[in-house]
């Protein structure tokens, strides 16, 4: 195989190196440029033995990757008890193939699943939405004060949740959404991030096409809709996984805008592994299998767009 | 200039220059150039509002609680305290150690994870058969989310039922080593992030570079420090600032694993904000947001002057 060694989705990043990271307009960094490029030479199939050797050394390297998560099913599919009867061998003891449906039964991981689900959904859509119309107007509008609101938008970096967690958490009490989807979706409705990065792919797109649009009679909305979105698709797609991921993974803002069990979210739920009865531990530890495999489902199909969205991050200011 | 002589003819503008626009031209103009105005806050609007009310008012409502006293008792009004509470607070140690927590993480983290991933990077980064299945092994961890790492490492260093339970300098139970354990779940989430954004910039280096130095005598060792490094440098920047961060957004890991144990020792300064056994004053904990965000403040100054120099280039 030619191509196997332009990976991870057969794209060749733009680098981050090469991107000139002062300007914003430096669209070029995100764009895929890798589709015509010729097989690589240099470190081509190489002698048998060190063929071989790197063999040992990839597959050493999988094993520390893997011996975590080795581990996790472990003791996800053993008899807790039994497991530590055996002194906690390196191999499964009394396997229960059942844990994973009575985590959902016993250990409440259907509830905690159906509102991350809902939670991160709304955010996914909310911030597509919000930063597809703030970007157009950055990217295609004249207005009063854009440069002003630019760093009003660029001014929200320096306020992560981490930050204004405990400011926010009054807010969100005083306005009676504690325990509610509200609650756990208001403060990521926009993102500043997402503008940026979709205004950098509206930036890319040529001007003639832009005065074409307009010669055909298409005013702003149909413009935004019928071209700009669809020809900005990939940096909209690798915003929306990058988006999902992070909205999935949340902790800290769930964790404390809430405090009944019932509204606990699946990362939420994860902390309980802590107070769990010792032979309750094997749910525990498949809650947390259960709570990563939307993200190993999402890694397998949109590789290329982790990709793209985890470097874009470079570039971005 | 060109004002004063078009003062002196005004009515003799020849035909062809436009110089004066129709009164009905310049009407229509400040029409269209208002709807667009109007129409771009329009767009705009839903952004601010969330960032007005969720990113700026809480910055407000940070310095309000800073400089007010709070009574115990929440229906009773706080008195105003000035600068003392904040002062008094981020001149405690308190804050010092949460300075010092939040330090060490980034230590333990940040190094270790950027060469890490540099190694897993650079072994999967070849032509073999099979080479995509290490690839997907590397990034795996992407799928994991903090909370997760932590129960996966649960099952490692747990004092009770951990796999390294009686490795002394992976001891949650001692004050020395705890953060050092719980930091090791942290390197091993940021695996995936790390080895993806490393070959990603590996593969963009021109291989016509690496076989000039191989004609010019340059060893595997010396190539990759001498040519690889210095192309793949604003990549490892990136991934340096990235983990800082996450360094300093730690609070999973700690509460899942040592719940600030032992004895304090794994108290970052967020676990500290977010306090979650409520043994500080909103003032305080106010208090020590602001200390946060300075933080945060430096971290991005410094991530925005380093990205505005094309740190490879070196000149």
Known sequence: MATDDTTLGDTTLGNPALADATTAESDAALEPVGAAKPPRATRGPGSLASKLAWYVVLSALSLLVLFPIYMLLLRALSNPLRYINAGQPLYPVSIQWDVFSRAFTEAEMGRALTLSFVVTLIIVIAQLLTSVLAAYAFAFLEFPFKRLMFVVVVGTLLLPIEVTLIANIETIRELRLLNSVEGLTLPFLATAIGIFLIRQGFLGIPSELRDASTLDGYGHLRFLFRVAVPMTRPIIGSFVVISFLGAWNQYVWPRFATDRNAWQTVQVALRNIGNENPDQLNLGFAAAVIAALPLLVLLIFFQRQIVRGLTAGAVKG | ?315
């Open chain 2, 1 to 315: 200039m060109s004002s004063a002589p078009a003062a002196t003819e005004p009515a003799a503008d020849p035909a062809g220059t436009t110089l004066a626009v129709p009164p009905a031209a310049r009407a229509e103009r400040l029409r269209r150039r208002l709807r667009e105005g109007g129409l771009a806050y329009l767009f705009l609007l839903p952004s601010l509002v969330v960032f007005a009310v969720f990113f700026y008012y809480p910055l407000y409502r940070l310095v309000w609680f800073a400089t007010h006293q709070q009574s115990r008792f929440r229906n009773r009004p706080a008195t105003y305290v000035g600068t003392e509470q904040l002062t008094e607070t981020l001149s405690g140690n308190d804050f010092f150690d949460g300075l010092v927590h939040s330090g060490l993480f980034m230590v333990y983290t940040v190094p270790l994870g950027i060469v890490l991933g540099v190694l897993l990077a650079v072994a999967a980064h070849r032509r073999l058969r099979g080479i995509k299945i290490f690839q997907t092994i590397f990034s795996s961890t992407v799928a994991s989310s903090v909370a997760v790492a932590s129960v996966v490492f649960t099952t490692l260093v747990n004092p009770e039922m951990g796999y390294f339970r009686d490795v002394s300098w992976l001891s949650l139970r001692s004050g020395d080593s705890a953060l050092f354990a719980v930091s090791l779940s942290s390197v091993w989430q940021n695996l995936g992030l790390t080895f993806i954004v490393v070959l990603a910039a590996l593969q963009t280096v021109p291989d016509e570079l690496t076989e000039a130095a191989t004609i010019d005598g340059y060893g595997p060792v010396r190539r990759f420090f001498r040519i690889t490094v210095p192309l793949i440098s604003p990549a490892l920047l990136f991934l340096a600032i990235v983990l800082v961060v996450h360094a300093l957004q730690a609070y999973a890991q700690i509460e899942i694993l040592t719940g600030g144990g032992p004895g304090g020792a794994t108290e970052t300064l967020l676990f500290k904000i977010a306090d979650p056994r409520g043994v500080r004053s909103l003032g305080e904990r106010a208090s020590l947001s602001l200390g946060l965000f300075v933080l945060t403040a430096v971290v991005a100054g410094f991530q925005y002057s380093m990205l505005s120099k094309r740190v490879h280039y070196g000149d």
